[in-house]
């Protein structure tokens, strides 16, 4: 039997990632979180590779934690992706209904001065919430993205990450971006980072590791953070850092209680 053609497959993997994106469009946020959480929690270890490579990682990071408890922690992860695509159907109305941004005049203050600014977010859940924010608040955000080999899929994600990024939403590896967003900045709108990239390798020793994980621990004591991007003002060719901006859930509230996991 000869072998299905790349497109012929690009397109039968595209069009079954439109049913199962049309049944998570159809069902509310905290079903569509839980389901996928659920379904990715019991396929996601079947994936040996990467399984393996989650169960490494922890090791690595929590050496003194028993395999049993390590183990439990990667069925975690594997949930938590999970829910993180189920809510990626329901980003408009998570940001228009459910996030609260507790200093805002941090962002009124940027728009208000017309110069450019940096915006960076972490790289974690749905991280076009912290775009989003900053488009509700008037900004213009133009950002960057790392474009997939599926072209469908591309075209997909283009169109819907659209809203979040009215700047412009650029691929990662062409060597016009950089310039393209530098002269966006200059132009007095934001560019938007998020602040981690992929490296090969790392230097951290697992020490290291452990002793960021914990820092990152002991500054996450509030409850349900989304985003805390870092926004730098450029005016002027001057540069100025403004106050960390912060969007949360407004906790306690039961409608937001199977989407919290997944935006911290």
Same mark, same amino acid.
């Given at each position: ?10 397109r039968l993997k595209y069009a079954g ?7 998570? $469009?159809?069902?509310? %946020? &905290? ?22 490579? #989650? ?8 050496? =003194? %934690? ?5 183990? =439990? ?23 228009? &209904?459910?996030?609260?941004? &507790? ?24 991280? +076009? ?25 591309? #075209? ?17 590896? +062409? #060597?016009? $971006? ?17 602040? =981690? ?16 994980? +914990? ?8 409850p349900a953070p989304v985003a805390e ?11 100025? $850092? ?15 209680? #199977?989407?919290?996991?997944? $935006?911290?």
């Amino acid at each position: 039997m000869p072998p299905i053609p790349r497109y012929l497959r690009h397109r039968l993997k595209y069009a079954g990632f439109l049913l199962i994106a049309g049944l998570m $469009t159809a069902l509310p %946020v &905290e079903w569509a979180s839980a389901l996928s959480g659920r379904i990715l929690r019991f396929f996601g270890p079947l994936s040996r590779k990467y399984h393996r490579l #989650a169960l490494e990682d922890l090791a690595k990071a929590y050496p =003194d %934690v028993s395999e049993a408890e390590r183990s =439990d922690l990667a069925l975690a992860v594997w949930e938590n992706l999970g829910r993180v695509f189920g809510e990626y159907f329901h980003l408009q109305e998570i940001v228009q &209904e459910r996030i609260v941004c &507790e200093n805002p005049e941090v962002l009124a203050q940027l728009v208000e001065s017309g110069g450019g600014s940096v915006g960076c977010a972490a790289h974690q859940a749905n991280w +076009e919430i912290a775009a989003a924010i900053l488009v509700k608040h008037g900004l213009n955000p133009m950002g960057v993205y790392q474009p997939v080999t599926n072209p469908f899929f591309d #075209a997909y994600l283009k169109r819907h990450r659209k809203p979040f990024y009215p700047g412009g939403l650029l691929a990662k590896m +062409e #060597a016009s $971006t950089p310039r393209k967003m530098l002269h966006h900045v200059r132009s007095g709108a934001t560019a938007a980072f998020l602040v =981690d990239q992929w490296a090969e390798s790392s230097e951290g020793s697992p020490a290291e590791v452990r002793a960021a994980l +914990e820092r990152a621990k002991a500054q996450d004591s509030a409850p349900a953070p989304v985003a805390e991007p870092g926004v730098e003002s450029i005016n002027n060719g001057s540069t100025r $850092t403004l106050p960390i901006f912060k969007a949360r859930f407004p906790l306690p509230n039961p409608r937001n209680s #199977a989407i919290c996991s997944s $935006t911290n």
